[in-house]
């Protein structure tokens, strides 16, 4: 884990792809798409289902860590249209004691009503403190924008010819993109400009790509 | 004297003795395997036997009673032109229809209505005829399936749909004869097993035509310039062009796309007198251009085609006086088939010039000469146990009629690739289709087969079915966008991948024209004409093919006996072998040459065994693997036909490497196992199977948004079934392929044996050497890694690549 400052306030990135905002004892997770591998057996392509799973038990690694007030998802909470993974994920919101709210993406074609039924605040986009939430990027507000959407990652490249692709935090002057906090989502390989702050995801550790400083 | 004898002889030709042969064996209700080289008549031999069944019928044959499968679309077209001369002249009520890709909608209900005599198609095309619910009543009257080009298709999964097709048909219509045409190939008897089954009522006709194929290769002037790698052979520009144009035609064979199009500009741009008489044939260009191109040649319109393997087969063009090859062209079948493309006329000898790209490749020329005197012609290795295949075929079946899994059962066991099928896997694969895998789970959704109450499986719904018939097929094209002039007209089809990392305002060549991308939209890339004059040259993704065990043995005594002879190349690669002495030594056949020197990219192990690009990528993966071992380290890797290059950032020593004997062949498959995951050669192989087997959906046509929540890559299918299925059949499937067809798993155990007998000899050079410099110059790249990727981060080995300031 990593913890940056932006405007005085503590963010702890975690190795899961999520973000901890440590002042407002908030969770901000991004691009979850659940169901979405029930949605691609639903349609006669068998996804391994134990990669549905893997929602549930990440937050079983992260709700313990911290105390938890709030829970951010910053949209594609569901890949796609109502299927069974949604009793399960009611099962699961029942359970829990804090708050949630889904800022909606583009894949959130499930109707805002049934998540409030389910006791979530839905919003299109969030201004709170010095920041914005919201699903796409956007460079335009004057506030620092946290956001999802891309699944980013960047190609690392080294002597010996080496590469390897990751998942990555990757924060610009004035903008945080989160990495895709569900399984089976896929990357979105972007290129960093020299002002850019790239945190990638090893699966084990958080580690910021620094310079080489020959 | 039959009719299509006397049809021959007021054509004023005598029939060849194959063709006498054909007639006779067809005539007594005989199976057949028919080897004759392209261009030979061979379409006549076959179709005079069918031809002259029908026209002892007194009643007018109904309903298809021939059916003729080619590789190609365009061989398709020639086919269906050929018969339909021979049979309109001899039984004028008689029509031959064609039904491929290219066949529109209504035509094919027409075909449907009314059905024809003969029907020329493809492998592909075949399945979607099975996937009609009244299959088995339009194919109640056929009497024989031709199938042409049978070497092609063997060694590649449409050779196994094939297999299927045949082995269903057959058992609708149980006298159902089947014959085979095939280029000679090294494996004549399996190729025949495998195609007409275990009947015993079958014969073999060869045709003995041998034609004198004279090979010549083309030097540059001065050796000193020649490149030691250089994948384009360019630099022998002049030397093209004066045969060019000394010769009325000529033909170039390119082995890429992406060098098709280079040559294609760069001769245009050397002499532009050639314009209009110069075109350009491959697989991406638009089906109107390629037929084009293949009627002007035919009607010697065109002076020089630049091509590759799209014109290797069929489609007689008689006036092509040259073939040139660029680079090495891997295999004597392929160089023969090739070179067959000149002085067509029969008896004509063949002139083929070859034309290397580095100084290797000419100890190549030597070996192929060699090979084509000895006339030692490769084996194709056919696929086994393709799921993938057979998955899409099941699927096939149950979008139309359904299918009983008990009586289709023995009929795919009856195949040669799915022989060892057991009921353990088939349950299996049912399970897959019907569960979405082994263990039906609560709250599982899964939906693609249903059984019905008359124990048939059938599509679970519309969706379903309709997304399996808009991919059916086994040829996977990746995701292929169309380009189109903004004015309308299509040029071709390109990758995605590499149109993605051009801008509105780029320019690229495609199709021997420089084009300006406007916009991309709806799967199609709008472009208009422009003249700039740096074009960026597409390149397509597509496997790189590796030398036949053949042509290994042929270089290596190639290289170890023919070294001190006077021929002209190994004259003009003197100044090479000599630069190769100064630094390391030329190998001696008893010993194995492992080079080691230090360039700014790392430190560079260079290993020769000279037994081809397959063998070698295994052997490469194996060694990394086995060096990892012993301490944590990175490496990257290339091969070709050669030998192959480890380059890591830290020097493995050179007495760990020996000391520990790595080329043991103890725990040899075991090792190889794990290095292919580790790896992860079959990742690759599984893109393939992804899509044929139905898990990746390629989207509707034109509807790119609805299908979008089901579009996944085949590479994160990949990683999901490593990580939670890894004993699904398909999953298994890329590794065994890579075992098989990857690395040739048969002949690397013998490998294995020769290399022990071997003297290891370490040369420590100061700079790359000849014999390296075509394996460090390579791009394309494996990797193996023993290091964790937090050491490998933290240690600094990587860093970000960033977008230019």
């Known amino acids: 884990m990593i913890t940056i400052e932006i405007h005085t306030n503590q963010f702890v990135l975690h190795p899961s792809g999520g973000i901890y905002w440590k002042e407002k004892q908030t969770w901000l997770l991004a691009d979850v798409h659940l169901g979405k591998v029930a949605h691609f057996r639903k349609n006669g392509i068998a996804v391994p289902r134990k990669a549905a799973g893997s929602f549930y038990q990440k937050m079983e690694v992260l709700l313990p860590l911290f105390p938890v007030q709030r829970i951010l998802f910053l949209g594609d909470l569901f890949h796609s249209f109502q299927n069974n993974e949604w009793y399960l994920f009611e099962a699961w919101v029942k359970q829990q004691r804090f708050k949630m709210i889904l800022i909606t993406g583009n894949h959130d074609v499930i109707p805002n009503w049934k998540f409030e039924a389910l006791g979530l605040q839905v919003e299109s986009a969030l201004e709170e403190a010095l920041f914005h939430f919201t699903h796409f990027p956007d460079q335009q507000t004057p506030k620092f924008v946290f956001c999802g959407h891309v699944h980013p990652g960047v190609t690392l490249s080294g002597v010996g010819k080496q590469r390897l692709k990751l998942p990555c935090f990757f924060q610009s002057p004035n903008q945080l993109i989160l990495p895709a906090f569900g399984a089976f989502t896929g990357l979105h390989i972007l290129k960093p400009k020299t002002e850019d702050h790239i945190y990638v995801l090893t699966g084990k550790e958080v580690l910021e790509i620094k310079e080489k400083l020959f | ?805």
């Open chain 2, 1 to 805: 004297m039959t009719t299509v004898r006397q049809w021959f002889k007021t054509k004023g030709w005598t029939p060849q003795a194959f063709q006498k042969e054909c007639w006779k064996a067809y005539g007594e209700g005989k199976n057949g395997m028919l080897h004759a080289p392209t261009g030979s008549g061979k379409t006549f031999a076959l179709w005079g036997g069918i031809l002259q069944e029908a026209l002892k019928t007194k009643k007018n044959p109904v309903g298809i009673q021939a059916l003729w499968i080619t590789p190609l679309r365009a061989l398709a077209v020639e086919i269906q032109q050929a018969t339909q001369r021979m049979t309109s002249e001899l039984h004028p009520d008689l029509n031959i229809v064609l039904r491929t890709g290219d066949t529109s909608q209504s035509e094919r209900a027409k075909q449907k209505r009314k059905p024809s005599f003969g029907l020329v198609t493809t492998p592909e095309s075949l399945h979607v005829l099975l996937s009609a619910k009244d299959h088995s009543k339009s194919f109640q009257h056929l009497k024989v399936i031709v199938v042409d080009e049978w070497h092609e298709l063997l060694g590649s999964k449409r050779g196994v749909q094939v297999e299927l097709a045949l082995a269903y048909l057959r058992t609708i219509i149980p006298d159902l004869k089947v014959w085979g045409i095939s280029a000679t190939l090294g494996n004549k008897e399996l190729a025949r097993e495998i195609l007409l089954g275990p009947t015993a009522n079958y014969t073999v006709i060869e045709a003995k035509i041998q034609k004198k194929i004279k090979v010549h290769s083309l030097l540059p002037k001065t050796m000193e310039r020649f490149p030691w790698r250089g994948h384009l052979g360019t630099h022998l520009l002049p030397q093209v062009l004066k045969i060019v144009q000394k010769n009325k035609s000529t033909l170039i064979f390119t082995n890429t796309r992406a060098q098709c199009e280079i040559w294609f500009h760069r001769l245009l741009e050397a002499a532009p007198e050639l314009a209009g008489s110069i075109a350009m044939h491959h697989g991406s260009i638009d089906k109107k251009i390629r037929l084009w191109v293949e009627d002007s040649l035919r009607n010697e319109s065109l002076k020089v085609v630049v091509c590759t393997s799209s014109l290797d087969l069929g489609v007689d063009f008689s006036p092509v006086e040259n073939c040139i090859q660029i680079g090495s062209p891997k295999g004597v079948g392929r160089f023969i088939q090739r070179a067959g493309r000149s002085g067509h006329q029969p008896k004509a000898g063949s002139t083929i010039y070859f034309l290397p790209t580095h100084a290797m490749e000419l100890i190549e020329s030597v070996a192929l000469q060699n090979g084509i005197k000895t006339q030692q012609i490769e084996d194709r290795i056919p696929y086994l146990n393709c799921y993938d295949v057979l998955i899409q075929f099941l699927m096939t079946l149950a979008v139309g009629s359904g299918f009983d899994p008990k009586k289709i059962f023995p009929i795919v066991k009856a195949t040669f690739c799915f022989q060892t099928l057991d009921q353990e896997r088939w349950q299996w694969i049912l399970n897959f289709l019907i569960r979405g895998s082994q263990s039906l789970q609560h709250y599982d959704e899964y939906k693609k087969l249903i059984p019905t109450e008359h124990g048939l499986f059938k599509v679970a719904n519309k969706g379903i079915a309709l997304r399996h018939r808009l991919s059916m097929g086994t040829i996977v094209s990746g995701n292929d966008l169309k380009i189109r002039y903004r004015k309308g007209g299509y040029l071709g089809s390109i990758e995605e991948w590499f149109i993605a990392k051009l801008k509105p305002g780029d320019t690229f060549a495609f199709s021997g024209k420089t084009l300006e991308l406007i916009r991309i939209q709806k799967m199609e890339v709008i472009v208009k004409k422009s003249k700039a004059k740096q074009a960026k040259i597409p390149a397509w993704m597509g496997g790189r093919m590796s030398f036949s065990a053949h042509l290994s043995d042929l270089l290596k005594k190639a290289l170890f006996e023919d070294q001190h002879k006077t021929t002209r190349e190994f004259q003009s690669l003197l100044p090479v072998f000599e630069q190769q002495k100064k630094e390391s030594i030329v190998p001696k056949p008893d010993e194995l040459l492992i080079e080691r020197f230090e360039t700014k990219e790392g430190f560079h192990t260079v290993f020769y065994p000279f037994e081809g690009h397959a063998i070698h990528e295994a052997m490469a993966s194996l060694m990394a693997y086995r060096i990892s071992l012993l301490n944590p380290i990175s490496f990257s890797m290339s091969f070709n036909d050669y030998g192959f290059e480890l380059l890591s950032d830290q020097a493995f020593s050179p007495d760990d490497f020996l000391d520990n004997m790595l080329f043991t062949q103890d725990r040899l498959f075991e090792d190889l196992a794990k290095s292919i995951n580790i790896s992860e050669m079959a990742r690759r192989r599984f893109r393939d199977i992804a899509v044929i087997s139905g898990l990746v959906f390629q989207g509707y046509p034109n509807k790119p948004i609805k299908s979008k929540h089901l579009q996944s890559g085949s590479q994160l299918f990949f990683e999901v079934f490593k990580e939670y299925e890894p004993d699904n059949l398909l999953y298994q499937q890329a590794v065994e392929e890579t075992f098989d067809h990857g690395m040739e798993r048969g002949r690397m155990q013998l490998v294995f044996e020769e290399l022990e007998q071997k003297t290891i000899v370490w040369k420590n050079c100061s700079q790359p050497t000849p014999f390296s410099f075509p394996l460090i110059t390579d791009r394309i790249r494996s990797k193996l890694s023993s290091e964790t990727v937090e050491d490998r981060i933290k240690k600094m080995y990587l860093q970000l690549e960033k977008a230019a300031p």
